[in-house]
């Protein structure tokens, strides 16, 4: 922090800034700025800088506020400083003025703390020309005598290796890093392990390395450390590796302490340590000791506040799965009624996993309590923990059914149905357990279910326990008649129901089963209940004496219990440990699922041959530039030219650079000091942007094209305006979407959008359009309909295929072209019929067949049931598939049609192998002209990437398959 010292009046006194803040005028505020009083200076900085937080900017008093920089007044300098910090950006070149000051505040030898001011506010303004100057300075304040100003030069090596790494690397910041964890003060020794690691985070290099001497100060340091330090240390200790179990067992007793900390990320930070310890303790006994004493820690955090709580909680539930038996009593799980949903929720799972032969009674009464609570989501929750226990535990299964019998009792409908899911569960691995009653009493409720999981779980009770249900054959005739309306999952139990029921009843009747197997394999549209249905046919006509030891073939045994359900694997549970208390331990997933590739920090490359690469490089570019003089006296200038002119590169606008900056800086600063940021305002972004490419991609369906770029010249010659551009389909309707930026300084108004006729005669017929103001950017929409006045009949459609497109405003005419995808004229209802297909392939002679063969599939298509899901995205729909080779081989029968009823079917051979999957298509098209356009169109669906944020081109084209 700026360790402002103000007490409770100097407070009260400076809220009357803030109130008069809005009616400040720059002029007066210049005046008093350059004010011979120190004291009209002081009061004038502190109304700018309470101006700030308001939004207003300021940047224009810059030059008059870096006067006031001399001055001796230490409260003066710190609000000139932060004023220095806030606007360095948008003024470097006057920011410099201050660097004298700044070097001279740095080796003051009469203040400690304007020592580490200076070097805090030259490290916090991160501009390369000010960085240059800073070295000497740091290098001096990192061997200073006083600690306060080590510790602030420890945290400023951080921040400087984010502006120019080079710099860290050159001047041995890092070796003096790493000899300050050997300091006499506690406080440096923590702010030197935080910055190395910050740099080891950044370059994935290992800079924080111990051996046992300097672990046994570092032990001594966390003792004289504030609570943040003491984080600190506890992480660096936690990349330690023990020498032996001796070792391991000694650290672990100096840390143990830490674990009645107030503050629950010391606790956290201890736990790991002790955690990441154990696994090199030999002893069990001394590990399962161990593992105890950290049980009441962890719970005594249970009684923070609701956030801190299922923060907690959440590392909680991996922990239990390293080391399952730190929890005896599960009654510090239980759940109250204060709890926010999302701790209850949380701890249930807790309580599922603790859950043992030991306590499976007390919780089991006590989730059977939960399910009567008004929260569905909750109580639902609760029922299906009961079905998981009475699985687990062997000797908890009949108490599970006991209580799942008096829930199905009492309880309300939505309960029901996730009873009925439990109770099915624990029948399928249990089928003995129940008796006749049991069964015949759970029955008569839940008859009436009508989620699809509790409607299977209904239908297969049914079938393996018919002989103990009342008028079992009518409640499976029932389930029978509307199989084909019922969700897949259902359909698949009736089925088996239907057959248990006609094997378990030898006077059941032949037609029935007969009629509902040939029903369903005819008739459904689902090949694996068609199979399945296929299957039972056949195994009823070849054997049916043996054809019920099938049906009621007991499961195989279960592995062996465990107290502990692990949802994650060995690896991904030590992963998740060596990250405690970060975001990681929250969501459960590595840092790159969770946060967007472009939002995170780039890793930074440091090695020492860097500089020798630059040299390389600068004689290349020397080398080439003499090479085209020597060609272009001799004539042969052409030479180095590229056969095809390049794209030019997208320009970043200097507004972006600022927005990235902030960004960075925003990301980044975890170490260093509340730099009060109070965001000055800021100019349009004029470069392509991610929000561009999400509005005209329309969820990856858009292939977005540059169509009109700055450089080229609009019927009135003007240069300036960006026109982005993509159709797209969405809701049935054809779209054409646009992004126009206006670099010039006159307004685009009384927009209007217009299409050439062209082979499909495709139109405008309504419009989305704002004016495009002067250097601003509007979004505009074009709803298109096939129209017969639009028709160029002609010409027939070419490929690539695009449509001339005119943009007009008041002023001035926009004319490009825009390529439109094959996909945007499928219509959403134009899958054929089984006959219709098979009319068309018999149609459609050799002349209309195009072929397209892909030898690997990248991306999201790694499976016949992606690659479906993402032709049904773009209106391309399954008639039917065919497997073979033992699912090696997938055939995938598709069809489609356009707006203007012209149809296409096509055959995928879908084959997977060990080198990846491959696919070959024969498309047949009703029009010789649609067959390269239909080839494109699928090339693009299994091919294409759905455009990121990040990408910086705006290209979608898919490359060659």
Not at 929 to 949: D, I, R
């Amino acid at each position: 922090t700026w360790d402002y010292q103000f007490n409770w009046d100097q407070r009260q006194g400076m809220s009357n800034y803030f109130q008069n803040a809005r009616t400040s005028e720059i002029s007066e505020l210049q005046d008093d700025l350059n004010s011979l009083k120190p004291d009209v200076k002081k009061e004038a900085v502190k109304q700018v800088i309470a101006t700030m937080t308001y939004g207003k900017d300021m940047s224009n008093l810059f030059p008059h506020v870096v006067k006031c920089i001399e001055t001796t007044s230490l409260e003066l300098k710190k609000l000139v400083y932060l004023y220095i910090i806030n606007y360095a950006k948008s003024k470097p070149d006057m920011a410099i003025m201050a660097i004298h000051t700044f070097r001279k505040d740095a080796h003051e030898p009469t203040s400690a703390l304007l020592r580490a001011l200076a070097v805090r506010t030259m490290g916090c303004i991160r501009i390369e020309k000010i960085t240059e100057y800073l070295c000497e300075s740091l290098k001096d304040a990192l061997g200073d005598t006083d600690p306060y100003v080590r510790k602030t030069a420890a945290m400023c090596v951080s921040k400087l290796f984010l502006t120019n790494p080079r710099l860290v690397k050159d001047n041995g910041f890092i070796k003096l890093l790493q000899e300050l964890l050997t300091d006499g003060n506690a406080i440096v020794v923590a702010n030197a392990i935080a910055s190395l690691l910050e740099i080891s985070s950044l370059t994935g290099k290992t800079y924080l390395t111990f051996n046992s001497s300097m672990m046994q100060k570092l032990l001594y340091a966390i003792n004289e450390c504030s609570e943040w330090g003491q984080i600190y240390i506890l992480e660096g200790i936690a990349k330690y590796t023990p020498v032996d179990t001796t070792d391991a067992e000694s650290i672990i007793e100096r840390v143990i302490p830490r674990l009645s900390h107030v503050n629950p990320a010391v606790v956290l930070a201890a736990a790991k340590v002790i955690l990441k310890l154990l696994d090199h303790v030999t002893s069990p006994e001394n590990a399962r000791k161990t593992t105890k004493r950290l049980a009441a820690p962890l719970v005594t955090l249970l009684s923070n506040t609701s956030e801190i709580q299922y923060v907690v909680l959440r590392n909680i539930s991996f922990i239990v799965e390293k080391r399952k038996h730190i929890f005896d009593q599960p009654k510090v799980f239980f759940v109250r009624n204060t709890d926010p949903i999302y701790v209850k929720i949380e701890k249930l799972e807790i309580l599922n996993k603790i859950a043992n032969e030991k306590n499976s009674d007390a919780v089991l009464a006590e989730l059977r309590e939960y399910a009567n609570w008004m929260e569905i989501e909750f109580a639902r929750k609760a029922v299906r923990i009961i079905g998981l226990i009475g699985v687990k535990i062997d000797k908890a299964t009949k108490r599970a059914l006991e209580v799942i019998s008096e829930i199905i009792k009492s309880c309300s409908d939505n309960v029901i149905e996730e009873s009925t899911i439990s109770l099915s569960e624990i029948l399928q691995h249990y089928p003995t357990v129940a008796t006749e009653s049991f069964i015949r009493d759970a029955m008569t409720k839940i008859q009436n279910v009508n989620e699809p999981e509790a409607r299977a779980g209904y239908a297969w009770i049914l079938g393996q326990y018919s002989e103990y249900i009342p008028k079992a054959d009518e409640l499976t005739k029932a389930l029978a008649e509307g199989c084909l309306e019922e969700n897949p999952v259902v359909q698949l139990q009736i089925l088996l129901c239907a057959v248990k029921f006609y094997c378990k009843h030898s006077d059941a009747e032949d037609d029935f089963i007969i009629k509902l197997l040939k029903q369903v394999g005819e008739e459904s549209e689902n090949p694996d209940i068609r199979d399945k249905a296929y299957i039972y046919w056949r195994l009823l006509n070849c054997d049916p004496d043996n054809a019920a030891s099938v049906f009621f073939q007991e499961k195989p045994p279960k592995p062996a219990d465990e107290d502990v359900i692990s949802i994650y694997d060995d690896d991904f549970v030590d992963f998740l440990i060596n990250n405690i208390a970060t975001t990681v331990s929250i969501y459960h997933k590595p840092l790159e699922e969770i946060i967007p590739e472009n939002a995170m920090i780039k890793k930074i490359e440091l090695s020492d041959d860097e500089g020798e690469k630059a040299e390389e490089a600068k004689a290349t570019k020397e080398v080439k530039r003499e090479r085209k003089k020597k060609r272009k006296a001799i004539g042969d200038e052409d030479e180095d030219k590229p056969k095809s002119p390049p794209k030019p590169e997208a320009k970043i606008s200097p507004e972006k650079h600022k927005e990235e900056d902030t960004k960075s800086t925003a990301a980044v600063n975890l170490l260093g000091l509340d730099l009060l940021d109070f965001g000055a305002t800021g100019s349009v972004e004029l470069g392509i942007t991610s929000k561009d490419i999400e509005y005209l991609s329309e969820n990856g369906k858009g292939f977005i094209v540059d169509a009109f770029n700055e450089n080229q010249l609009s019927a009135q010659g003007t240069k300036g305006v960006v026109i982005s551009s993509a159709f797209s389909r969405s809701g049935g309707t054809i779209k054409l979407k646009l992004v126009v930026i206006n670099k010039t300084t006159k307004n685009l108004e009384g927009i209007s959008v217009n299409l050439a006729k062209n082979s499909f005669g495709l139109a405008v017929s309504s419009l989305k359009a704002s004016d495009v103001k002067s250097k601003s950017r509007a979004y505009i929409e074009a709803a298109c309909t096939i129209s017969s006045a639009n028709l160029n009949s002609a010409e027939p459609p070419s490929c690539p295929f695009k449509i001339k497109v005119t943009l007009e405003s008041h002023s001035d005419t926009f004319m490009f072209e825009v390529p439109l995808m094959l996909h945007v004229l499928f219509v959403e209802d134009g899958k054929a019929t089984k006959e219709k297909f098979k009319e068309h392939w018999k149609t459609f002679d050799k002349s209309r067949e195009f072929t397209l063969s892909i030898p690997t599939l990248k991306g999201s298509c790694q499976s016949p049931d992606a690659i479906l899901e993402t032709l049904e995205k773009f209106n391309i729909g399954l008639t039917t598939k065919i497997v073979k080779e033992e699912g090696k081989q997938t055939m995938l029968y598709c069809s489609c049609k356009t707006a203007n009823n012209l149809p296409m079917v096509l055959e995928l051979t879908v084959q997977s192998g060990s080198m990846g999957v491959s696919a070959n298509a024969l498309i047949k098209v009703s029009v010789v002209p649609l067959g390269l356009l239909a080839v494109e169109c699928l090339k693009f669906c299994l091919l294409y990437t759905s455009p990121s944020p990040r990408d910086a081109t705006l290209s979608r084209m898919p490359s060659s398959a």
